[in-house]
Nanobody, 126 residues
Framework: QVQLVESGGGLVQAGGSLRLSCAAS????????MGWFRQAPGKEREFVAA????????YYADTVKGRFTISRDNAKNTVALQMDSLKPEDTAVYYC???????????????????WGQGTQVTVSS
């Protein structure tokens, strides 16, 4: 059974940085494309970033492009989201998601992902 556990959330001032990590178990990690999504209070969950199975392809939402970096370590079964130059509008619960695929592709839609973590809270104060 696939399990995804996020960590690294917290409270940070605007302009600061946080690094989120997602530890995966119960799967052959290198067979999964991974993604990060977020959900702010009163809003729908939205795409943040995605990475292909081997890490060669990445994609970002326009709102985070140039500030966030997604990476993965297939030897450690982890995917990370480095968040720099944080803004108050980045405040949300951040979720890690996994999608089994035989292809070197990335997925942006929430419906593309089958497995999800429980989320970690990120709060950016102004």
């Amino acid at each position: 059974q696939v399990q995804l556990v996020e960590s690294g959330g917290g409270l940070v001032q605007a302009g600061g940085s946080l690094r989120l990590s997602c530890a995966a178990s119960g799967l052959t990690f290198s067979n999964y494309a991974m993604g990060w999504f977020r959900q702010a209070p009163g809003k729908e969950r939205e795409f943040v970033a995605a990475i292909s199975r081997r890490g060669g392809n990445t994609y970002y939402a326009d709102t985070v492009k140039g500030r966030f970096t997604i990476s993965r370590d297939n030897a450690k079964n982890t995917v990370a989201l480095q968040m720099d130059s944080l803004k108050p509008e980045d405040t949300a619960v951040y979720y890690c998601a996994a999608r089994l695929t035989p292809y070197v592709v990335i997925f942006q839609r929430e419906s593309d992902y089958r497995d999800w973590g429980q989320g970690t809270q990120v709060t950016v104060s102004s």
